[in-house]
């Protein structure tokens, strides 16, 4: 008979062994785009927090002051005896933000998107990009709507899916705003007119892209002039926010059903006081500084441009997510640890999450990283890189 620790743990196991740092579960210590790994000082290219704001000084002094004031957990659900005054205040603030009625703040953003799954009733049809992020997936696949998945980005294939559906079934397009592997945006102009076409209501995932696309940091709406186009947006204090937490905006009326509906905010302790002070601090500083987006564009603009004229593949990402093409697992895994030895922790994204020989390099750049950080990330590239043989070899100089 098998047990059944044994036969779940083997496979996982053989993946995460070896000595040595590794790209998943190492420990760091970081902040303001540095980090220290086993004592050793590198650049952290491989962390969401896009426009610096975990570090800022505004920020954490108001999530101290929370905790003095509140302690350091509600201990309870919003249902029930969790809810502070604070993340009332969160609600309205981000429902302002994104000119949506009403918000609801969940504990991360994980249970934000989980929180959708009350919205999937019986004969109702959701349609998602294959990319989406796996909470998205969850939240699907624990309604009871009939799921449709198009290929990613594939407009075409959606407009097919949408033409055979029942014409009477409700429906629903959900799909991120920026997506995180590769860095780029959803087609929403596409998505909207679709939408409207098929009488489905469009929800976007703005984990990425909120706070940090469109000239007030409204997202991916902002950023293609169409923020009257989405129904629903959910979102993530963990990333542009600096802190920890998530959200939905949309209709009073939706997001008062799923306050009584969603399982993943009814059963699970509130986001803790702490977090809603910084995330209510980072959202005035989004709005007031929109010269940190500027900066975490600029330090992108520079490392792409640096990385293709070495010779690397960097896609089509014209955001602060940049993958470096790299192909095979084992030689993502090598560069990976080139890179780190040359000062630089990136993340490493290889199959099943892509198809085999599609892996890459991803770098996640903050507003934070100076000039001497970029001139770091390209050195470590270049020399990793000429290392492996992946891009040629420096160029002699010219004999005189
Ligand atoms: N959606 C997307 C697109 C994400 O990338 C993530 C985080 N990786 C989440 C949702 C979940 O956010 P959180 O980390 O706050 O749970």
Known sequence: MADIFAKQLSPVM?????PGPRPLYQAVEGRDGE???????????ACNDYLGLSGDPRVSTAAARAVERY????????????????????????????????????????????ALTPLFGGGDVVFSDMANHASLVDAVRAGRAESRRYRHSDMGHLERQLVAADGEAAKMII?????????????????????????ARLVVDGAHDIGLLGA???????????MDEVDLCTGTFSKCF?????????????????????????????????????ALAALEVIVREPERRTRVFEVARRV??????LGFDTGESLTPIVPVHIGETGMCGRMWQEVLHEGVFTSVVVAPAVAEGHGLIRLSLQATHTDDHIARILGAFAAAGRRLGLIPPQPQAAPH
Do not use: K, W
């Open 242 to 278: 600096g802190s920890i937490g998530g959200f939905l905006a949309g209709p009073a009326e939706v997001i008062h059903f799923l306050r009584y509906t969603a399982r993943s905010v009814i059963f699970t302790a509130s986001m803790p006081p702490a977090s809603a002070a910084a």
């Open 71 to 114: 302690g350091t957990s509600c201990s309870g659900s919003r249902l029930i005896g969790g809810t502070l005054p604070l993340h009332e205040e969160l609600e309205r603030a981000v429902a302002a933000f994104l000119g949506q009625e009403a918000a609801i703040v969940t504990t991360t953003g994980h249970q934000a998107n989980l």
């Open 14 to 18: 053989r993946t995460m062994t070896g």
């Open 304 to 309: 792409r441009t640096g990385l293709r004229a």
């Open 175 to 199: 799909t991120d705003g920026l997506f995180s592997v590769e860095g780029h945006v959803c087609r929403l102009p596409e998505l909207a007119v679709l939408a409207r076409r098929h009488g």
């Open 35 to 45: 980090a220290l790994i086993g004592g050793a000082r590198v650049v952290m290219a």
């Open 216 to 226: 007030g940091g409204r997202g991916v709406a902002e950023h293609f002039g169409l």
